[in-house]
């Protein structure tokens, strides 16, 4: 139940990815820009996008549990509450 807090999930969420992104994007128009990566550039490119998602899923996720903790303290007392009726 994120009710009212809207603006700090997606915040949360877009400064959780934003390291990923200040990585990667350096990183493609250095390597792939104006003619296109090549194979060896094209090789590396997929080894640090590989990596780079592994990390932002990772990083996702625990703001994704951290945002739950934060907020099931409300779903929890609703479901204890209607348990209890």
Do not use: C
């Amino acid at each position: 139940d994120t009710k009212g807090h809207t603006w700090r999930v997606l915040g949360i969420v877009v400064l959780a990815a934003l390291p990923a992104l200040m990585v990667a994007m350096p990183l493609f128009f250095l390597i792939g820009w104006p003619d296109g990566p090549g194979v060896g550039g094209g090789a590396l490119l997929a080894a640090v996008q590989s990596v780079v998602s592994v990390l932002l899923i990772a990083a996702l996720a625990a703001a994704a549990s951290r945002l739950f903790m934060a907020y099931s303290d409300r779903l929890n007392e609703r479901d204890q509450a209607a348990a209890g009726a």
